[in-house]
């Protein structure tokens, strides 16, 4: 049974930062590509950043790309997700998502086969 357990939401003022964490259990992750989605208030979800678990260059949307920074952490089956010079905008429920051996798509939810709960993100202005 994989389970993807996200931590470290909570409410910042606009330019801070904060970290997610996203503890994954249940398989052997090393094929995965492991992202993270997030959902603002009544919006469709969206990409926000991902990598894969055996390494390589992560892949970044557009809104995050040099604020956000994604890392994982093997000895603790742990994904991470950096969050700096926060804005209002990026108030949203943030899920971390995992997915099997996918070569590209990363950006898509529904390539991903597990979720997690979630985490909210609130950026007071």
């Known amino acids: 049974q994989v389970q993807l357990v996200e931590s470290g939401g909570g409410l910042v003022q606009a330019g801070g930062s904060l970290r997610l964490s996203c503890a994954a259990s249940g398989r052997t992750f090393t094929n995965y590509v492991m992202g993270w989605f997030r959902q603002p208030p009544g919006k469709e979800r969206e990409f926000a950043a991902a990598?894969?678990?055996?390494?390589?260059?992560?892949y970044y949307a557009d809104s995050v790309k040099g604020r956000f920074t994604i890392s994982r952490d093997n000895a603790k089956i742990t994904v991470y997700l950096q969050m700096n010079s926060l804005k209002p905008e990026d108030t949203a429920v943030y899920y971390c998502a995992a997915a099997e051996g996918i070569p590209w798509g990363w950006g898509a939810a529904g390539q991903y086969d597990y979720w997690g709960q979630g985490t909210q993100v609130t950026v007071a202005s």
């Open positions: 990598i894969r678990w055996s390494g390589g260059l992560p």
